[in-house]
């Protein structure tokens, strides 16, 4: 099990309430360091230049979407082993099949239980965040 | 001839040999042995100009000249050599010949032309040519011998006088002759005419005359010369041509006219008359033979001189078979003179007898049998027939053969024709008697009756006259002695047996036999019974004739007796009753059917209605007892409504049935205890011999029939109705029904099932629905629906239909299959409900569910987060953070009510559960009162708002609208840059007032426009969240806007500014 510390996330998130909770809750307890983007080209742009270790993204964003994120991001050889987890309010996505088939590796639920978020996205990611 | 003019071929012949002598000598060098060229030319001039005489002149210079300049010794006459002298003798001899020669062609070339003026003299003579002057002043007329022989005069016997000439011409061609001339004069033009001239032994012979007149310088005529040609025999040769031209016309024409007519009589007619005409002959007869060789003359065209022989029938004995081969073969008779001819001399006296001289027959031969004769006769004079005549003939006998042939054909087409015709009309009439016997069956019945009136009165009538005449005239008469049985029968007596009179002897066994045996036990003993009881006899019995016809006598006899009261003697008379025994038994057969007949039958007297006879069957019908309808008024039997009076019924069909004769109807009748019931009638008027005119009223009971025909009405209607119903329930229906064969392909598809395929009824006929299917999901459908057609179970499904338009309806399909009351499948029944909107709908829903779930879920995600991380102390250590936590959740928790505020209101207005609470206001006020309202976002964003002052009264919910205003400018202000204004303005319209609110922000783009008053159709919703929209606004406004029947929208360039403008309706009076 690799060390967790150095870990770098991207949170992909359109709503800025949400962006900074999320970031909050992930650099607080699980001391991983976080950078963010308001909208899924900006994300695009910075897991290019940042090369995040995983990336949390909302699917519902104004522009383009999380779903259209994902699909760039896969076509991008240097970036399609980058894991990502949907941070989102629909429903249907939460289910494994559904996420795995867009080629996601987790979904976590909006409202998200913000103390054991980085439990839940390094449970997805296979770290040990103890 | 002038003296010098004999001298000059002599002075030619010196010069011309002084010439050549010239040349000669000039020439000489040049020539050899050709000495004499020059005079030879001079010896051919001069013989030829000269005669033979001068010619010899010239030779004899020619030769003293070559002696002596050019026969050495020169210069002097003489010769040296034997040779020169040779020479110039041959010359001598060659000039002379020479000279000879051209002499001589001369002469021959002169007397050519004497003997060409010789004959232009005689051709006139030659040419049978006369020549004629006329001298005009003094009318003298000179002819040649020619002319007078032309005219058949001898020379000299023509006086040279105008009348004399115009005596000799035939009488018709005198006028125009005289005219001719007097043309030919006054107008000085060529005299041309042809003439005929009667020479004085009666001949007739044509003359062609031309002539021109000559003038003098005063311009008067003052003769007239010119010739005289004898035409006969051109004439003639135009005669025979115009004989032939006319000949082949009538061919033709007759050839024609059996083309064209049929009429065989006509040809006949025609024939005959054109051919008399044409050969000016006195009679021409088509004769037409019977099989023994009779025959009769069928058309005939006779001169007025001369005996009509048309249709006489004529025999020749002596024709017999011996001519009829010939004339088949095509013999022509030809006789110019019957006299001369060798004709057999019964025969000559048969042609005598028709006024024949000469004759010409050519058989008319029909299919190789001989069927005529056409036959020329001329009866004036003998007559030598021509060839042409006799070709004529036969060629027109030959047409004949066609036409009688055409016509035979035409008239056994036209019998089978007819017989055809006869046959249609035939059948057709035993048709149209079968149809009248059924319909007037009614009729019949009441013929019956008529029949039966009449024989009644007939007999009545002549009951008494007949007897009487038959007494007089058909009695029989018997007299009988006793015992001895002795009879005596007159005449009729035998007859009234069907015996000759007195063929045979009468006796009483005689008369035995001849009684019918049924008859003649009982007449037997009857007759004895009144002798003996001295009674008179009487008896209606039948005889046998001998031929086995029955006949009825009516029988009286009387007895006389002796002292003792014994019969002495019988005298009797017969009588023939058959007549009367038949009539009384088609009377008692006819009253027998009247009684038992199916129909009730009742007369009534025309004068005062009243019942005279009523039939069993009728007084069953109407209840009542034999005989009780008699002498009762026959209104008693008719049904009284409120609004007709039995009497009234009575009357109408009385004057139906008086005015027309008889009348067929239906009446509503009543029994005797009242009640009604319906028959259909036949009334007929007849003479009664007592009552006058009656009324036969055949009356059939129908009230069965009645009700029969309205209960089929009735069920006809509640059929016709159910139809209706159940056309309605499927034609109205909102839901596609169809059905199919048992193959599933459509028998029937429903107005709504149509609508959905976006086909014809026509169209979906015979086609299975899976046809209609959008090919996507065709082969899917069509597989399951084979199963299940198969299988005969029911199916189910939701499917596209495509449209022939390309339109695409949604549609869930259910599908049953029918079975018969005998559980044998017939088919399916199929509904298909159009699910598109609904599909549309459902889809807008999940759509909407999830946005308003994605919504409500991203503040209730930032307060449970905020507010879970402060609750778990986490942030004890960081203040800063925990309050940033803690504005999150406020934040969050405002736009979360604000949210639910406006889906809150959205619904409430959307379901319609907001009352308007409309009055009267001012639009500026409503407009200052929102900017009030926004007055600190717009002092905060640094944003001017302007009102417009324009005061209009507006209809509206006063709050609802200052709610839409407080949005859209809140709106402009959230979107706007600082130092920007933000233009509120209102207009008074027509029928609207329309509200603006200008801007000067950033812009919509056009693919917005349209959406934007949707819910959660943000341009951005990020950046409209942060600026605390909810995504609800303008759908908000516009549902305001649409409850007070206004219309919202925007315009906008992206950049500029956007004007967003609603309308509110002015209340209408």
Redesign the interface.
Same mark, same amino acid.
């Given at each position: 099990m690799e060390s967790v510390t150095t870990k770098r996330i991207l949170i992909v998130e359109d709503e800025r309430n949400l962006r900074t909770l999320v970031q909050i809750s992930l650099e607080v307890l699980a001391g991983w360091k976080v950078i963010v983007a308001a909208s899924g080209e900006e994300g695009l742009l910075l897991a290019e230049r940042e090369r995040p270790d995983a990336i949390i993204l909302d699917v519902m964003m104004p522009g383009m979407d999380g779903i259209t994120f994902l699909q760039e991001l896969l076509a991008n050889p240097d970036l399609q082993n980058i894991p990502v987890v949907f941070l989102t309010a629909k429903a249907e996505l939460i289910e494994p099949e559904c996420f795995a088939k867009l080629g996601a590796t987790g979904a976590i639920a909006k409202p998200f239980e913000p103390l054991t978020l980085h439990k839940q996205v390094a449970s997805f990611l296979g770290w040990d965040c103890e | 001839m002038r003296f010098y003019q004999r001298l000059v071929p002599y002075g030619v012949a010196i010069g011309s040999t002084a010439i050549a002598l010239l040349l000669t000598l000039w020439l000489e060098p040049f020539m050899f042995r050709t000495i004499g060229t020059f005079f030879y030319l001079a010896i051919i001039v001069t013989a030829w100009y000269g005669d033979l005489r001068s010619g010899f002149v010239t030779v004899v210079f020619s030769t003293l000249a070559i002696n002596y300049f050019f026969i050495p010794p020169q210069h002097i006459f003489g010769f040296d050599r034997g040779k020169d002298v040779f020479e110039l003798g041959i010359f001598l001899l060659v000039s002379v010949t020479i000279n000879l020669l051209t002499d001589r062609f001369r002469d021959s070339k002169q007397l050519a032309q004497e003997k060409a003026k010789l004959l232009l003299r005689i051709a006139p003579s030659a040419a049978q040519m006369g020549m004629w002057n006329w001298d005009i002043p003094t009318g003298q007329i000179q002819w040649s011998v020619d002319h007078e022989l032309l005219f058949g005069l001898t020379p000299g016997m023509f006086d040279g006088r105008y009348e004399s000439f115009l005596a000799c011409l035939y009488p018709d061609d005198r006028e125009p002759i005289n005219q001719a001339l007097q043309q030919a004069i006054e107008k000085n033009s060529l005299y041309q005419v042809e003439y005929r001239v009667v020479w004085p032994d009666g001949s007739i012979h044509w003359i062609e005359a031309r002539g021109h007149a000559f003038y003098n310088q005063a311009g008067e005529p003052i003769h007239m010369t010119g010739t005289a040609t004898a035409i006969d025999q051109r004439k003639q040769a135009q005669g025979l041509l115009q004989e032939k031209f006319e000949q082949q016309r009538l061919i033709m024409e007759i050839t024609q006219k059996i083309r064209q007519s049929l009429n065989i009589e006509e040809i006949f007619q025609t024939t005959v008359n054109e051919i008399r005409q044409l050969l000016q002959t006195d009679r021409v007869i088509i004769f037409q033979f019977d099989p023994k060789w009779r025959g009769t003359v069928v058309a005939e065209s006779v001169g007025t001189h001369w005996i009509a022989i048309l249709s006489t029938e004529i025999y020749d004995p002596c024709f017999g078979e011996n001519y009829v081969e010939p004339y088949k073969q095509g013999l022509v008779t030809v006789k110019s003179d019957i006299y001369k001819a060798g004709i057999d001399p019964c025969h000559l006296q048969l042609l005598a007898n028709f006024q024949v001289r000469a004759n010409l027959v050519v058989p008319i031969v029909k299919g190789g049998e001989l069927w005529g004769l056409l036959i020329a006769h001329n009866c004036a004079a003998p007559r030598q027939w021509q060839s042409t005549e006799i070709d004529f003939m036969r060629q027109l006998a030959n047409q004949m053969s066609i036409a009688i042939q055409q016509s035979e054909l035409f008239e056994q087409v036209q019998t089978e024709l007819r017989e055809r015709k006869q046959a249609e009309r035939a059948l057709q009439q035993l048709n149209a008697e079968l149809e009248q016997r059924i319909q007037e069956r009614t009729a019949k019945l009441s013929e019956v009756n008529d029949r039966l009136i009449e024989a009644l009165t007939a007999l009545q009538e002549s009951e008494e006259s007949r007897r009487l005449a038959l007494d007089l005239t058909h009695v029989g008469f018997w007299d009988m002695q006793l015992p001895s049985e002795y009879l005596v029968w007159n005449d009729i007596k035998f007859t009234l047996l069907g015996l000759d009179p007195f063929s045979i002897k009468p006796t009483r066994e005689l008369w035995r036999s001849h009684v019918h045996p049924d008859d003649l036990g009982w007449v037997e003993q009857k007759f004895l019974e009144s002798i003996e009881n001295q009674t008179d006899y009487a008896a209606e019995h039948r005889v046998i004739y001998p031929d086995g016809s029955v006949h009825w006598l009516m029988s009286r006899a009387k007895a006389v007796y002796n002292e003792l009261g014994q019969p002495v003697r019988v005298l009797g008379v017969l009588l023939d009753i058959s007549d009367r025994k038949r009539t009384e038994q088609i009377l008692e057969l006819q009253a027998v059917i009247t009684r038992n007949m199916a129909e009730g039958v009742c007369l009534v007297r025309a004068s005062d209605a009243v019942i005279v006879y009523a039939n069993p069957k009728f007084e069953q019908m109407f209840d009542y007892d034999s005989g009780e309808l008699n002498d009762r008024h026959v209104s008693i039997v008719n049904y009284a409504t409120e609004e007709v009076t039995a009497e009234d019924v009575t009357q109408a069909i009385r004057s139906a049935v008086l005015q027309n004769g008889e009348a067929i109807y239906e009446v509503h009748n009543v029994k005797k205890d009242g009640t009604p019931f319906w028959c259909k009638a036949t009334c007929s008027v007849f003479k009664h011999p007592d009552y006058g005119d009656v009324l036969v009223a055949v009356h059939q009971d129908i009230t069965l029939a009645k009700h029969l025909e309205e209960v089929r009405q009735q069920v006809e209607e509640a059929l016709r109705q159910s139809e209706a119903k159940f056309r309605s329930l499927s034609e109205s229906s909102p839901v596609g029904i169809f059905m199919t064969n048992t193959q599933g392909d459509c028998i029937y598809i429903n107005p709504r099932h149509q609508m959905i395929c976006g086909c014809t009824f026509d169209e979906a006929l015979g086609k299975s629905w899976v046809e209609f299917i959008h090919p996507e999901d065709r082969e899917e459908v069509a597989a399951e629906w084979a199963k299940v057609l198969s299988q005969r179970q029911e199916y189910s499904s939701e499917t596209r239909y495509i449209r022939k338009d390309g339109t695409i309806r949604f549609g869930r399909v259910l599908f049953a299959p029918i079975f018969s009351a005998v559980d044998e499948f017939v088919g399916y029944v199929g509904t298909v409900e159009d699910i598109t909107d609904s599909r549309a709908i459902e889809i807008m829903k999940k759509e909407f569910i /999830?946005i308003v779930?994605?919504e409500l =879920?991203?503040?209730? !995600? !930032?307060? =449970?987060? /905020?507010m879970?991380?402060l609750a778990?102390g986490?942030?004890q250590d960081?203040p800063e953070?925990a309050q940033?936590?803690l504005d999150?959740a406020v934040?969050?928790t405002e736009r979360l009510v604000r949210l639910v505020n406006d889906i809150l209101d959205l619904e409430r207005l959307e379901a319609r559960t907001v009352k308007l609470n409309k009055q009267w206001c001012d639009g500026v006020t409503l407009m200052q009162q929102s900017v009030k309202t926004v007055q600190s976002l717009a002092v905060q964003s640094n944003i001017t708002l302007f009102v417009e002052p324009t005061s209009v009264q507006v209809w509206a919910d006063s709050d609802l609208i200052v709610q839409t205003l407080v949005n859209l400018i809140g709106n402009a202000i959230k979107f706007s840059p600082p130092e920007t204004i933000v233009t509120l303005s209102i207009q008074d319209q027509t029928d609207q007032i329309l509200f603006q609110i200008q801007d000067q922000g950033r812009g919509i783009p056009a693919d917005k426009i349209d959406t934007i008053f949707g819910r959660f159709q943000?341009v951005? !919703?990020?950046?409209s =969240?942060?600026k605390g929209g909810t995504g609800l606004g303008l759908a908000i406004c516009k549902s305001i806007v649409k409850q007070h029947g206004g219309k919202i929208w925007v315009e906008s360039v992206v950049g500029e500014g956007s004007s967003f403008y609603f309308t509110l309706p002015k209340l209408l009076d």
């Open positions: - | /999830s779930s994605h =879920r991203t503040p209730l !995600a !930032a307060i =449970r987060g /905020s879970g991380l778990s986490v942030l960081k953070t940033q936590m999150i934040q969050n943000q951005d !919703a990020s950046d =969240r942060q």
